[in-house]
């Protein structure tokens, strides 16, 4: 087998908060590698920095200390211009709320920031807008505003948004959290496919019911990153037995 490529890499990652007049360390010197193709998974108790570790990580915040490797930059020196970038040529972000705008159709919430993407010209950012429509069976309520689609289809159409650019890296935080358990799993299907189709995924989640979709789980306690599990691909048959070992293994991490 092929030797992964690392995409990511933070060494030594800091981040603290001032709070009552000290500081809070929600990071505390944290050694991370992510690799290409990967359905990486970041899990921790809720409050364990999960969602500071995805912004500092993904350039959205910077981190206190250490270094965050991405090409041939570091993430925590950059200059805000830089960061700004490189967040909209290489990275996608999907989130817990879906944030799309509410007086836009779902192929225009998909198209506009597709327009603002210079690689493309707006014909062939329409045609991809049209293909992961109808990858993401939305096309026949394409022209629907969002209040009007469950929040499954919101969250299919706020993907869609997130890698119209073709991003190298999709980042999502707690992206089911706000759905009931049939869109939980609609979402989930459609992550699975796009990284059984190559998209590299780095999610994070407290839900272990999402976790199971991953091919390499991260488990972060006090700061650190404190263990991790390989797994196989992913196939709906294979569920039962992975509940059963992604479950024995979050016990062995005190979850
Ligand atoms: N901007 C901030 N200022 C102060 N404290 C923060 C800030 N952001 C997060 N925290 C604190 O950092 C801790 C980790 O938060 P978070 O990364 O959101 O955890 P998780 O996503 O794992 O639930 C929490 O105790 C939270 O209150
Ligand atoms: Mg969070």
Redesign the pocket.
């Known amino acids: 087998m092929q030797e992964k490529q690392t995409i990511l890499s933070a060494k030594g990652l800091c981040k603290s ?1 001032a ?1 009552n007049g000290g500081q ?1 360390h ?1 990071l505390s010197g944290m050694d991370l590698d992510i690799y290409q193709g990967d359905f990486t998974v970041i899990m ?10 995805l912004y500092a990580l993904s350039g959205m915040d910077r981190a206190t200390a250490g270094s965050v490797s991405y090409k041939n930059g570091d993430l925590v020196t950059m200059s805000e211009k830089q960061l700004t970038a490189l967040r909209r040529s290489d990275f996608g972000f999907i989130f817990q709320q879906m944030h799309l705008v509410s007086n836009l159709t779902l192929r225009e919430n998909i198209t506009v920031p597709g327009y603002l993407n210079r690689k493309r010209t707006a014909a062939e950012t329409d045609r991809r807008a049209d293909e992961l429509l109808e990858q993401m069976g939305l096309s026949h309520i394409k022209d629907h505003l969002p209040a009007q689609c469950s929040g499954g289809e919101q969250q299919r159409c706020a993907v869609a948004r997130a890698i119209i650019h073709e991003p190298e890296l999709l980042f999502a935080d707690e992206p089911t959290g706000a759905l009931n358990k049939r869109n939980t799993t609609e979402v989930l299907d459609l992550l699975t496919a796009l990284n059984a189709a190559g998209q590299s995924i780095l999610m ?1 989640t ?1 839900d272990a019911r999402a976790a199971l979709r991953a091919s390499r789980i991260i488990y972060i306690s006090d700061g650190k990153a404190v263990g991790e599990l390989t797994l196989a691909p992913y196939t709906a048959e294979s569920e039962k037995h992975r509940e059963a070992q992604v479950s024995a293994w979050l016990t062995a991490m005190e979850w």
């Open positions: 908060f709070h809070v929600i921790g108790a809720s409050g364990s920095g999960k969602s500071t570790l994070v407290h």
